[in-house]
Nanobody, 115 residues
Framework: QVQLVESGGGLVQAGGSLRLSCTAS????????MGWYCQAPGKQRELVAS???????NYAEAVKDRFTISRDNAKNTVYLQMNSLKAEDTAVYYC?????????WGQGTQVTVSS
């Protein structure tokens, strides 16, 4: 089983930046892929960005060129650097780990962007 602890959300003005962190309770190299998802009120949870064990990244079209996913293997931590934030980025952001055929989710962290 994998436990994920997220941090870094908050309130920011449009055009600002935030960095989210997600630390896993298992060795990073045993996790197939990690990703960040967002869920706005009344909407479905959707992929923001992901990174595989091999380092391949994938981004939602809406965040390309603004968000960057990265990881620190030594700290078992994945980051989401969010720049040029927009009001429409407001959501709860969840970290997900794909580990041994199961998906594990963090508790979520609120990101609110004021316009």
């Amino acid at each position: 089983q994998v436990q994920l602890v997220e941090s870094g959300g908050g309130l920011v003005q449009a055009g600002g930046s935030l960095r989210l962190s997600c630390t896993a309770s298992v060795n990073f190299f045993s996790i197939n892929a990690m990703g960040w998802y967002c869920q706005a009120p009344g909407k479905q949870r959707e992929l923001v960005a992901s990174i595989t064990r091999g380092g391949t990244t994938n981004y939602a079209e809406a965040v390309k060129d603004r968000f960057t996913i990265s990881r620190d293997n030594a700290k078992n931590t994945v980051y989401l650097q969010m720049n040029s934030l927009k009001a429409e980025d407001t959501a709860v952001y969840y970290c997900k780990a794909s580990y041994r055929s199961y998906d594990y989710w963090g508790q979520g962290t609120q990101v609110t962007v004021s316009s």
